[in-house]
């Protein structure tokens, strides 16, 4: 058996707080994953629930105060400094907000070639590599002498995944790639990340709110719920027989075109809502007690049985 290429094992993170002696504040309470070599792990939840800190942490972004990452056996858990640029050429990031996050003075091709230059490619191999890449996401070779404002948001998050494919990685987080697009664009941007995935074997973590978007892209799903992931198993598993309260919620919340059905399934989801509370009151009494995690792995019936003796 080979090893996991990224594997979380009672990953805590928490953010310092400031204020004299003030204790950091944990976001991520010990979540325990992996993503194999050219999977798709989708990671869904609702906002504020720890998705992005989660991301962050695999990228160094984010304090580790518990537990451990590994990436291709290797614990990066606190790598800083050169190891950690060393890890940018195997790890790339994708974020909601392409425009934010490429330079509006920089043009799409300065900003494909920049990071390979810094790397210490040749120009004239970068200038190459720049061409593959548009063509790969999609975009005419004179993008590369455009600015980012000249794009669309479609085309602008086609260069952002240009960029992070750039130095041919191994994992990329694509945190919300799709969620500013409008629904058609995002069926065709969530195409292009299936089609690069199958050509180059790269491995994703997705992170996304839409649980449409995760059974379109993952194969297999955690459901982060309050910085515990509460469900973790294959997208048809998970999205179509969920063993999770919070899960079956999540589910319901996706809204159908239909008005009496669309009734119905807020009613149903009501009813789970004060199952759920029901259940997650009891949640965090076991947490104190030490075996939450345990508790997530149970099934709800198990669950209920724990919480309730
Ligand atoms: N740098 C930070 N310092 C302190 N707290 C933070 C920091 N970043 C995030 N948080 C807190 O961590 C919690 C989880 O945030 P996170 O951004 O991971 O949620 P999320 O699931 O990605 O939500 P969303 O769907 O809205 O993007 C939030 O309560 C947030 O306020
Ligand atoms: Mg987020």
């Known amino acids: 058996m080979t090893a996991p290429l990224v594997e979380a094992t009672g990953l805590k993170v928490a953010y310092p707080v400031s204020g004299f002696r003030r ?26 629930s720890g998705k992005t800190t989660i991301g962050r942490a695999i990228l160094g972004l984010a304090p580790v105060s518990g537990g451990s990452i590994t990436f291709d056996g290797a614990d990066i858990s606190h790598a800083a400094g050169a190891a950690r640029r060393a890890l940018a050429k195997d790890i790339q990031v994708v974020f909601q907000d392409p425009y934010s996050s490429l330079n509006p003075s920089l043009t799409i091709g300065r900003t494909l070639a ?61 945190d919300e790639p799709v969620s500013g697009l409008d629904l058609s664009t995002q069926a065709t941007v969530l195409d292009l990340f299936i089609e690069i995935q199958r050509d180059t074997g790269v491995a994703y973590m997705f992170i996304s709110h839409d649980l449409a978007v995760i059974r379109h892209i993952s194969h297999r799903v955690g459901v982060l719920f309050r910085g515990e992931i509460v469900e973790l ?12 309260p919070y899960t079956q919620r999540l589910l319901l ?19 789970l809502r ?36």
Request: charged share 30%.
């Open 233 to 244: 198993g294959t997208t048809a598993a998970v999205t179509n027989d969920p063993q999770n």
């Open 253 to 271: 919340a996706a809204p159908v075109a239909n008005p009496r059905a669309q009734r119905a399934r807020r009613a149903e989801r009501l009813r």
């Open 23 to 48: 204790p950091p504040v944990e976001i991520v309470h010990g979540v325990d994953f992996h993503i194999d070599a050219g999977e798709t792990l989708g990671i869904v939840g609702e906002s504020g």
């Open 274 to 309: 004060e199952e759920q509370e029901a259940t997650y009151g009891g949640l965090e009494k076991l947490a104190r007690r030490g075996i939450a995690r345990a508790a997530a792995e149970t099934t709800p019936r198990q669950f209920r049985k724990a919480v309730s003796s």
């Open 114 to 174: 920049e990071p390979l230059l810094v790397q210490g490619w040749d120009k004239d191999k970068a200038t190459k590599r720049v061409l593959e890449l548009l063509d790969r996401v999609g975009l005419p070779k004179n993008a590369a002498e455009r600015l980012p404002r000249e794009f669309s948001g479609g085309q602008r998050q086609r260069v952002a995944i240009a960029r992070a494919l750039a130095p041919g990685p191994r994992l990329i987080i694509c």
